[in-house]
C-alpha cells in the first residue's frame, strides 16, 4: 500500500494501535470531510481557521475571498491542515477510561496559491465532488470572480491519521460497576432541503442534491466501521 | 449585553455582519460544540490537534494523557482554539455565491495547567455537562487517574465569532438560471446506543444517554436559526 513517510511531525509517538500514514486511511478521512481548521502563524501567533476544503490526487484545496486577511497570511506560509470526524462518544464504567471515537488527520506543509488560470478547474472539482453535474448547470464563473477567489493548496505528503474504533476498554476490577457502558454513535444527515423562497427555476432539483450528500454521508459513516 | 472587547486579533476585518463579539452568541456557539480545534506553535511549526471541550463559566477546557507531547506543549503556550458548527451548504445561481451557513469561534490566549487538586471537579463538570447524575455513577476517579490527567484551560477573553445563516445571496441577473438554489441543511444526531458486548450491569440506561445526547443536538439545530 502507497504511504508517507513518517517525519518528525508526523510519527505517531503514542498509542501507535491509533495511528496510520497509510494514503489509503488519509485518503478517506479526507474525503469524508467537509470542513478543515488550518492554523498557521500569523504575526508571531497560532491562528485556526475552518474552511471548506477538498481533495484531488496528492493534495488538498481551499478557496475564499481574494480579500480575505486570513488567506493571504496562509499563503506561503506553514501551515498544519487537519480534517476530523467525532464519529462516537465512549461510555465507560469509570471516568477516566470514557473515551470518544473518532478519525483525522493532520496534513504539515507550505501553502501554495493556485494559479489563476488554474482555478477554474479546481473550484469546478470541489463543486462536482458534492454535486455531479451541477457546474455545468451554472451560470459560468466569470474572469472578475476567478479574481476576487484566492485557492490554496498543499501536497498530502508529511501527513498522519490517528483513529479510535470500538467500545470502552475497562479495568478488570470494574466490569461490574452498575453503569451502563458502551458507545453512543453520533451521525450527521442532510435535512430536508429548503429552497431558496425567490426560486424561479427547478432545474437540477433539490431531491437529487440531497440524495447525494446523503450518499456522502451514508459512505462515511461506513468507513468508520472498517 | 455584555461581551468580550475586540483586539488586533479579534477584530472582524470583514463582513461584519457576520460577526459577533458578545459573551451571549460566543457562549452558545461553545456550548453547542463537542470538539475544539487547539493550534499552538511547537518547535516552530504550527499544530492543530482535535480535542473534546467544554466551558464552565468564563473559561474553555480540554484534557487527555499526562504523556501527550501534544497536551505538555499547549501547555502555557499561546494558543488558538477554534469550535465551528457546519449548518448547511448554500446553492446559489452561480458557483461564485455557493456558500456554507456555520457558527465558529476563536478564543485567543494561553493555555493554563489544572492543578491537580481543581481536576476531578473540572472532569466532573465535563461528564454532567454531557450525562447529568453519571459522575455519581462511575467509580471513583483514583489519585493515580488524575496524576495521568493533564486539564488545559484558557479564558474567554479575547474571542470573536463569526457566522453565517439564511439562503444563497445571488446577483439579480442570475435570477433565472434554471438550476435549483437553497439550502442543504446539515443534522448531526445521535444514532441507537450500542452496549458494552461485556456489559454487565445496566445501570443509568442507554437510552437516558441517548435522550441527552438528542437534546444536546436539538438545541444545536435550533441555536442556528436564531
Not at 31 to 40: E, M, N, P, S, T
Not at 140 to 158: G, N, S
Request: with cysteine; aromatic share 6%; net charge neutral.
Amino acid at each position: 500500500m502507497s504511504g508517507t513517510t513518517p517525519t518528525a511531525k508526523t510519527r505517531l509517538k503514542r498509542l501507535h494501535q491509533r495511528g496510520a500514514h497509510d494514503r489509503a486511511t488519509i485518503d478517506a478521512i479526507l474525503d469524508a470531510g467537509l470542513i478543515a481548521h488550518v492554523g498557521f502563524v500569523f504575526e508571531g501567533y497560532p491562528v485556526v481557521t475552518p474552511t471548506l476544503c477538498w481533495r484531488e490526487g496528492d493534495h488538498v484545496y481551499w478557496h475564499g475571498s481574494s480579500a480575505s486577511r486570513m488567506l493571504r497570511a496562509a499563503e506561503g506560509a506553514e501551515v498544519c491542515l487537519t480534517v476530523t470526524h467525532l464519529d462516537a462518544l465512549v461510555c465507560a464504567r469509570s471516568a477516566f477510561h470514557h473515551s470518544a471515537n473518532y478519525r483525522s488527520v493532520m496534513l504539515f506543509g507550505t501553502a501554495a496559491k493556485v494559479a489563476e488560470a488554474a482555478q477554474a478547474a479546481h473550484l469546478r472539482a470541489f463543486v462536482e465532488g458534492l454535486y455531479p453535474g451541477r457546474w455545468e448547470a451554472l451560470r459560468p464563473i466569470t474572469a472578475q470572480e476567478l479574481k476576487a477567489t484566492t485557492t490554496l493548496m498543499m501536497p498530502i505528503d508529511e501527513a498522519s491519521a490517528k483513529l479510535r474504533t470500538g467500545g470502552p476498554v475497562d479495568d478488570a476490577e470494574d466490569m461490574d460497576v452498575p453503569v451502563w457502558a458502551g458507545v453512543l454513535p453520533l451521525l450527521t444527515r442532510a435535512g430536508a432541503p429548503e429552497a431558496d423562497a425567490t426560486a424561479r427555476a427547478a432545474g437540477h432539483a433539490a431531491p437529487v442534491l440531497a440524495a447525494r450528500l446523503e450518499r456522502f454521508f451514508d459512505r462515511r459513516a461506513s468507513d468508520r466501521a472498517r
